[in-house]
Nanobody, 120 residues
Framework: QVQLVESGGGLVQAGGSLRLSCAAS????????MAWFRQAPGKEREFAAS????????YYADSVKGRFTISRDTAKNTVYLQMNSLKPEDTAVYYC?????????????WGQGTQVTVSS
């Protein structure tokens, strides 16, 4: 069992930065692929970024590539999403997720989400 708690969301102006954190509790955190998803109002949840167990392999959605950076600190059981050059279209609820394979997120573990609002 893995429990995930996101933090770090808030209101920021376009062009600004935020760092989201996802604190995980439970055993074998280092075994999981971790990811950030987001859901904007009226839209489906979409993938933003993921990181493998070692932290050496990362993937990004085209919409955030070059602006967002995902990282993990296994000693702290925490995953981060550094978001730079934020745009109004980045406004969404951001969710942290954990899955053993990185291919079956629907059956993985999810946090409650944190709101990010980017004003123009």
């Amino acid at each position: 069992q893995v429990q995930l708690v996101e933090s770090g969301g808030g209101l920021v102006q376009a062009g600004g930065s935020l760092r989201l954190s996802c604190a995980a509790s439970g055993r074998s955190f280092s075994s999981y692929v971790m990811a950030w998803f987001r859901q904007a109002p009226g839209k489906e949840r979409e993938f933003a970024a993921s990181i493998n167990w070692s932290g050496r392999t990362t993937y990004y959605a085209d919409s955030v590539k070059g602006r967002f950076t995902i990282s993990r600190d296994t000693a702290k059981n925490t995953v981060y999403l550094q978001m730079n050059s934020l745009k109004p279209e980045d406004t969404a609820v951001y969710y942290c997720a954990a899955d053993l394979t990185g291919h079956n997120w629907s059956s993985g573990y999810w946090g409650q989400g944190t709101q990010v609002t980017v004003s123009s």
